[in-house]
């Protein structure tokens, strides 16, 4: 097989966007893939007092375990057939996300283990939507249940580890003259030792409603208040970390955040005070780069923002995916319109261990 060269050939830059798949690759089990977080999940509710500190006695990790497979009923037998669900959607992302969604089921039964990550985020807004008057604050159950996902992500902070697997990456990496991740670890930033651009957010930074030295966090106290609390060694799970059932609820959530620093009052504060932060997603990078793109370990689903900023870059030339499977392959040059060359990503991590075909 033939390897594109990376880097800047000519006039031509190299970039690269990273998603689960880097660390599925170099974690060297299955740690990562969506059935063993989803497996974690389900175990870390198991453990006694695991989240007692978390949710502050409001529910106990027995309620949320039953919740969870009151929930996967109810998503095999409603959600997944899309029309039984619709009368719970309340815009048209969440009817386009749903229908995606029971595309990809259809003619499956999935068990427990098997239904996406970021499938149950939307099953469990309309699941609790289906409660009608008798529902739960909406935000507060998210908020729970990402409080679940990120934990099981962070698998007691062994994510962070990958990078001692990843040695033999960095002579490729540094031939990348922008690197985005989808990922919330910091694995490429220790091997590079420079700034990677984390699209969805990181583990290692806080949201800024938590932090005095942002301008969220000085605005907030400027009216009396105090800032939210957050649990000291459990500080992954107050990041910026952005979840969602769909790439425009992930991308409101990104605006809304963004818009705290980009409107004009904020700004004339901003000047005022140039000690404070302005911790923005760096999709505004994002929109910038040209040349070549290299997505690596990207998922084709559920992250339609990310393709539309593609798609809407004229600076982008040409489109390198590296897929894992046919179904991947058909996917994404379906939601990406630029030409675009698919690459076998098992033979391509073969190349970087220097492994002969």
């Not at 060297?28 to 949710?55: C, H, P, Q």
């Not at 908020?143 to 698998?155: E, F, T, V």
């Not at 001692?164 to 220790?190: A, G, H, Q, W």
Request: with cysteine; aromatic share 12%.
């Amino acid at each position: 097989m033939n390897y594109i060269v990376f880097g800047v050939l000519g006039m031509i830059e190299s970039n690269a966007l990273f998603g689960n798949g880097l660390n599925i690759e170099f974690s060297e089990n299955d740690d990562y893939k969506n059935w063993a977080i989803l497996s974690r999940m389900i175990k870390n509710l198991a453990e006694s007092g695991r989240y007692d500190d978390v949710f502050a006695g409001k529910i106990s990790s027995d309620e949320m375990k039953d919740f969870l497979e009151r929930l996967n009923e109810w998503f095999k037998n409603k959600a997944l057939k899309g029309i039984a669900a619709l009368k719970w959607t309340e815009n048209e992302d969440e009817v386009s996300a749903l229908m995606e969604m029971s595309k990809r089921y259809k003619g499956k039964d999935p068990s427990v283990l098997e239904i996406g990550l970021e499938d149950y985020l939307l099953g469990l807004k309309l699941f609790n939507a289906s409660y009608g008057t008798d529902a739960v604050p909406s935000d507060a159950l998210f908020q729970g249940m990402s409080y679940l996902m990120l934990d099981a992500i962070y698998n007691n902070g062994l994510i962070e580890k990958i990078y001692t697997n990843m040695e033999c990456y960095k002579p490729e990496l540094l031939k990348f003259k922008n690197i985005f991740t989808l990922n919330y670890d910091s694995n490429v930033d220790v091997i590079l030792d420079h700034p990677v651009y984390h699209l969805h957010g990181s583990f290692r930074t806080l949201h800024h409603e938590y932090r005095p030295d942002t301008f969220k966090g000085w605005a907030i106290l400027q009216t009396g208040k105090t800032l939210p609390q957050y649990i000291s060694g459990k500080e992954y799970l107050y990041s910026d970390a952005v979840l969602g059932f769909s790439g425009r609820d992930k991308w409101d959530k990104i605006c809304k955040y963004n818009d705290t620093y980009d409107n004009p009052l904020s700004q004339v504060f901003l000047k005022a005070h140039p000690e404070l932060g302005a911790p923005k997603y760096p999709v505004d990078k994002f929109k910038t780069i040209k040349g070549h793109l290299h997505l690596i370990g990207v998922c084709p689903n559920n992250d339609s923002h990310i393709f539309k900023m593609i798609n809407d870059n004229i600076n982008i030339s040409k489109v390198v995916y590296y897929t894992a499977c046919d179904e991947d392959a058909e996917q994404v040059q379906k939601v990406i319109r630029k030409p675009i060359q698919i690459l076998n990503v098992f033979k391509y991590w073969d190349h970087i261990r220097g492994k002969k075909a």
